[in-house]
């Protein structure tokens, strides 16, 4: 990392895959906003967790968690004002928020299309606009898409959230031509099969016919997700924009 002292903001940043980014993030020496929709005690959890990766790296950081929907304007104008308060940058932003409400999409219901498309796809774009500017001002900015790869292939029961993903994607590619003068960077990451809480309430006769899929024979880990992030997220990365990075253990091949 440069001099400067970095600033990530990360939605759904409480537990899963956006907890082991911020971890991750923490032990390089971010300070960190922490955005969760309601569980405080998780996102204290990852408070700690954070505090004791960034210690054991000899780096002091500042953490902070605010609670807000992502999927309103105001709440996603409150997790950058705050940032902003505490730190005076948003150096990076992952849009990591995410829902599912699975069904066929005969018996899908209107609500249910538009409660993840509301969350996955539309909060990132409203958390997208909140940031540009001051990233804007600051010549400087890592914006970071949690797509997945049913958002590049599609999958049965999920139209909702695999439109969700799609349109992140769109989104990635859209912002990244649009922010690249002002050496501000934008890419997805399309995980494949994670082991989350939202992959472990799967049956297991779904688990292992997901499997079966991957050329690895095996689930990733929220850590793979977050060693990509690491680098979409740091200096290495400048010249790498408008990508969607699979991290799916051969899956999407």
């Given amino acids: 990392m440069s001099e400067t002292k970095r600033c990530a903001l990360i939605t759904g940043g409480s537990r899963g895959i956006g907890r082991a980014i911020a971890v991750s993030m923490a032990g390089e020496g971010y300070d960190l906003v922490i955005g969760y929709a309601g569980n405080s005690a998780k996102a204290d959890e990852t408070r700690e967790l954070?505090?004791?990766?960034?210690?054991?790296?000899?780096?002091?950081?500042r953490v902070i968690s605010v609670q807000a929907d992502v999927a309103t304007q105001e709440g996603a104008k409150a997790l950058v004002e705050a940032a902003m308060n505490e730190f005076g940058r948003i150096d990076v932003l992952v849009n990591?928020?995410?829902?599912?409400?699975?069904?066929?999409?005969?018996?899908?219901?209107?609500?249910?299309?538009?409660?993840v498309i509301a969350t996955n796809l539309k909060g990132a774009f409203l958390m997208t606009r909140e940031v540009a500017r001051p990233m804007m001002k600051q010549r400087y900015g890592r914006?970071?898409?949690?797509?997945?790869?049913?958002?590049?292939?599609g999958n049965a029961g999920q139209v909702n959230y695999s439109a969700s993903k799609a349109g992140l994607i769109g989104l990635t590619k859209s912002t990244a031509k649009e922010l690249a003068s002002r050496n501000i960077t934008c890419n997805a990451i399309?995980?494949?099969?994670?082991?989350?809480?939202?992959?472990?309430?799967?049956?297991?006769?779904?688990k292992e016919a997901t499997l079966a899929t991957i050329p690895m024979k095996k689930a990733g880990e929220p850590s793979d997700i977050a060693n990509a992030a690491l680098f979409l997220a740091s200096e290495k990365s400048s010249y790498i924009t408008g990508q969607v990075l699979g991290v799916d253990g051969g899956m999407g091949c």
């Fill in 190 to 206: 399309a995980p494949g099969f994670i082991g989350t809480d939202m992959t472990k309430e799967m049956t297991d006769a779904a």
């Fill in 96 to 115: 990591n928020a995410g829902i599912t409400r699975d069904g066929l999409l005969m018996r899908m219901s209107t609500e249910d299309f538009d409660d």
């Fill in 50 to 61: 954070c505090f004791n990766a960034a210690s054991t790296n000899g780096k002091e950081i």
């Fill in 143 to 153: 914006i970071i898409n949690l797509s997945s790869i049913v958002g590049l292939h």
